[in-house]
């Protein structure tokens, strides 16, 4: 019998209520006594010095109240990127200060170099407007492509950097004379050139951020579209503006999305706070779409040759990989990680390969600063070996699936240091590929394949085996790798005197369901229903400490800091029970929300105790303190390993060269499951957005710099017709070793495995259609691009 | 948005009065003026609504076929146009989304003329007549290349006639963006012969193929267009699709079209 309630129930989401109710708070619905609106004058030029810029016009309009420009802001920090990254050579990245507003030069469209504050949003726009007429900008000649940027050292989007290059990064360097002779030695190499396309991460609700402050008290309160507001604070405060943490909240009400692009601190958010200390009033922001489009961190944008080295019956022996990825204008805050870290340790995904090197080149351009996005390096690891492994088995005439039985780790190989610096605890992959190719009706392929052929459309299915590091992350193992801050948690549990629960949580959900989930736990860690638990997150006042919620690390690493907390509670409760029971502490067990002696029926229920720590007439005074409310910080021992095995089945209609995702079969271990409802819906989000890159999405730039793709009439997002019922299977379960829910993590997931399943389907089919020279399509595989590689 | 006025006339007379001051522009579904002032690219001073005027509204047989009033919304020619002109129907309720169809009307599209537009491919396949307030065009003479229409400053388009063809079918490709037409075919058969119209594909906006229109009049099946090639000279590309793309989709869309007309 399935539970409904507690751990591993498929509970229905509270937030929902709420949210489909119209009764979330975003940052955009609130309305502040005083408020006043910011509009930003941004660059229309993909490179320019900026000449002048007379403010006198557009200061004297009705309405406005005051103009900012880069000027303004050249004496206070930049933002920082959180990660140094060193070359091979050993020396440190280039890091260019990236400014509250542009000055001097402008780096891409987009990029904001002035501001107005004015009494409506209507004035502000029209002094913008005025602001940009009265701006002289010499336009320079845009770096756009990535090989250009760094064979031409004449044309610099940072002045003081000569290539473009931000770093030329080796992983690991050591091994590479080993690699190269391991590739030199193989019977077989493959090589695979392939593009990982940009993507806009595209989130419901636009980034908008409030600033208000407080001349009586001098305290800043700053709401935002954040996915992590105490880093935001630490951020603004340490770096940015110089103001003292504790004088600064900040505030991340329901957000509608981020995918990773609401991670990182931007330049409106400290405008907007200096702008209302200079007013003594709220100042507000709300990205238009089109300025989402052009300055939200996009995602992805690697070239990358991969080169796999085999046994002429399929045997890995050697991986090799050259990326040149894309980091735009400016370092956001973890864009050097994740072409590094979050890509090149995944290089040998989930099989033995001896050898694996890989290189990757960062390199600036005049666009829009790039950075994590759903996956976040891992996807671009993922797509260039699970292609280049397609490739093999093409070349070589070998089934895919036995390829991959064949390098695939076996369970008796955990733990497993892999020769790209991670160490796999746990796992079953032939499990996961097993259960995939079950409920993927392989064997019944051949059936479809022909009743497809007869409708005129080629089927193909392809398979990708992922693996992905995510929980992040292990504070001592990143601050080697260059972190420069801790990537662990906290959480307080605050019982009341009346029993319910108030659970202030660092991470932040913008719509994955942790009000829920987190509450699962909790009540049945307590034995109290989940309707007494509350979840607090997005609010620096209240909130101890916490990193946020992106790389699949909510549930393992927040979530533990949370169920550790709790275990404290438990702790406490004892000695009280313990007190109150004229018992040894040692004698009580806590099950079913009552602490009990062993082996009696004398018991004190889970509220009598709160009663007691807060009402403590009959307590332990002299020896423990009143009141019951424990706080965590969790540092995780390692990252978590979800992986997985994917089956795509595509139709393709060779006249047009559409594509269609007739079916899709995830087989996931995700370790132990707390609530399947929502690890399906993470699933389903993912796959989508995987879909989507694959098929749909891509962002062009023109030699201008010029965004292409600036509007949904040009950018193509995935729609429900774009997707089938997605077929998702959980139960290959090999829980986390090292946290105590044995939780892995879902979040990325289908986003990471699922795009090369849908290209290798592509590839298929068009080899079943006999169009074996289709080799290898760069995604998005759209129509027409199916259809020039089939006529090409 | 910059400020504007408003003026919602009753009827057709009053309408040509209000258009007729300096800087006036008509508003109908708004679906792509709205958005074109958001962005601040067009800045009418005064906007004359168009959907308060009865006479443009609605859909009914009469005099020449069937009578569509230009400030008709596309979900009620989907709805109402489907007894006398199925194909039609099919056309209008598959533009844009249920917001879009509900409030975008067919003057709004052909008056606007976008190349990957539907509606311009029933108009010209149908051989159907733009009824303005001053005088009747006919479909051939109405489209004159990318925004480009017929219609003289001050003059609107109050309805659009179309004669109801025995057979027809609208096959239209998505562009993955928009779901505008990347490239759409109305095929229609008279018993004077067939009209085949193309949007979506040429660089001036809606055209017909003449040499398909030839060899579907003499045999009306898709196998009659097999030796027919369409020349990508004249095509569209762009982020989407080449124009040797387009140029295959017109050939390819054809033929469904004429299967789907049965
Ligand atoms: C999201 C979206 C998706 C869409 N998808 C499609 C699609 O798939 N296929 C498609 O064909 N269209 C599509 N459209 C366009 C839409 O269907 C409308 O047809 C189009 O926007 C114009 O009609 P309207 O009534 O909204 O005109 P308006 O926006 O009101 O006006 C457009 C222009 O025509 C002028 N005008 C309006 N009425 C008249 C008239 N009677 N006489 C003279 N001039 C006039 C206006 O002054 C203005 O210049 C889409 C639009 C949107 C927003």
New binding site residues.
Partial sequence: MPKDTGIGASMKRREDVRFLTGRGVYTDDLALHGQTYAVFVRSTVAHGRIKSIDTSKAAAMPGVLAVFTGEDFKDVGGNPAGWLINSRDGTPMREPKRPVLAHGKVRHVGDAYAAVVAETYAQAKDAAEQLAADSVIEELPAIIDMKAAVADPSNRVHDEIPDNLCFDWGWIEDNRAAVDAAMKAAPHVVTLELVNNRLVPNAMEPRASIGEYNPGTGDYKLTTTSQNPHLTRLLVAAFVLGIPENKLTVVAPDVGGGFGSKIYHYGEEALVLAAAKKLARPVRWTAERSESFLTDAHGRDHVTKIELGCTKDGQILAIRTETLANVGAYLSNFSTATPTFLHGTLMAGPYKVPHVYVNVKTVFTNTAPVDAYRGAGRPEATFSLERVIDKMCRELNLDPFEVRRKNLLTPDQFPYTTPVGLVYDTGNYHATLDKAMQIADVAGFEKRAAESKKRGKLRGMGLSTWIEACGIAPSHLVGVLGSRVGLYDAATVRVNATGNISVMTGAHSHGQGHETVFAQIVAEKLGIPESSVEIVHGDTSKIPFGMGSYGSRSLAVCGTAMAKAVDKIIAKGKKIAAHMLEASEGDITFENGKFQVAGTDKAKTFGEIAFSAYVPHNYPLETLEPGLEETAFYDPANFTYPAGAYICEVEVDPDTGKVDVVAFHCADDFGNVMNPMVVEGQVHGGVGQGIGQALCEFTAYDENGQLLTGSYMDYPMPRAEDVPFYNVDYSCQTPCTHNPLGVKGCGEAGAIGSPPAVVNAVIDALHRGGHTHVTHIDMPVSPSRVWSAING | MHNFDFAKPSTIADAAKALAADGA???????????TMKQRLAQPTVLVS?TGIKE?QGVCMGDGGLHVG??TP?AVVAKEARAHYPALADLAG????PA?RS???I???I??N?P????PSAVLASGATVVTNKRKIAADDYFQGLFTTA?EDGE???SVIFPIPQKAAYVKFNQPA????LTGVFVAKFASGVRVAVTGAGNDGVFRWAEAERALSADFSASALSGLSVDPAGMISDLHGSAAYRANLVKVLTGRAVTAAG
């Fill in positions: 522009q008509a508003l109908s579904g708004g679906q792509t003026l709205i958005p168009l443009m230009a400030a596309h598959g533009i844009g989304d879009v409030r975008g009307t003057g709004g599209s008056a606007n976008d990957a537009a539907c509606y219609l609107f388009v109050t928009s779901r505008f037409a």
